[in-house]
């Protein structure tokens, strides 16, 4: 059965006892459900240490007689009657001896697919404002999150508020003029970003930065239509509340 190409080892032991009625388990889906069920075994049958079990189980109930009709059987009764949701087990023929009938707890196997623990990265985002409410904003990279998007100047973590200004050319500030805010999170499908808002009130615009094609000088309410980011509108929107002084 093994040296068959392309074909797995299930297909492979259903071709054999069906076509053949040579003795071979099968584990297809139908099959691992009503077994997971029979015999309560926990866990998600995709992790080896599960399937192994699993297997294990199949090849003790396949019988060495009328092999080809035990292996359509039970095919059968997984399709049509042990069903992932809401499985008939008043016509199940091995009701009685059902171990996850049993305890009441059909639905609970087999177990579903662990969700994978999404990595949490962390950075910071600078909202360099004006007294006038006016707020600095960097347009994405095309490629990546938020591609070509408008968003406060995101940094990494660590990036310290003296290399920000320095990296756009503005004074050194007081340390009163820069505050930072609690962290919030922003979930993304692969992964969670917790962002650092750090509110830096600078002397611009006009000053040392100039609107050109990826910085810009923005204020909420204005006539001019930007692609924000979700975190520029929420920090844009806070600039009102927030107060440095």
Known sequence: LETLPG????TAGAIAAIAGGIRAPILDGNVKRVLARFHAVDGYP??????KHLWALADEHTPSERVADYTQAIMDLGA???????????????????????TEHTERYPGRKPKKEKPVRQARMFIAHDNAGACLLERRPPEG????????????????VEDFLQEFGFPPLPPFRARTAPSFRHTF???????????????GPPGAVRDTDDVRWYRSGSNDALGLSAPAVKLIASLSEFTLR
């Open 80 to 102: 049509t009657i042990c069903v992932r949701s809401r499985p008939d087990c008043r016509a199940c023929p091995v009701a009685d001896r059902c171990q996850a009938l049993a």
């Open 189 to 203: 499908t692969h992964f969670h970003l917790d962002i650092e808002p750090v509110y830096v009130e600078v002397d």
């Open 145 to 160: 999150i938020w591609g070509s998007l408008w968003t406060p100047p995101e940094r990494p973590f660590d990036t310290a």
């Open 46 to 51: 995709g992790e080896s240490t599960v399937a």
């Open 7 to 10: 074909i797995g080892r299930s």
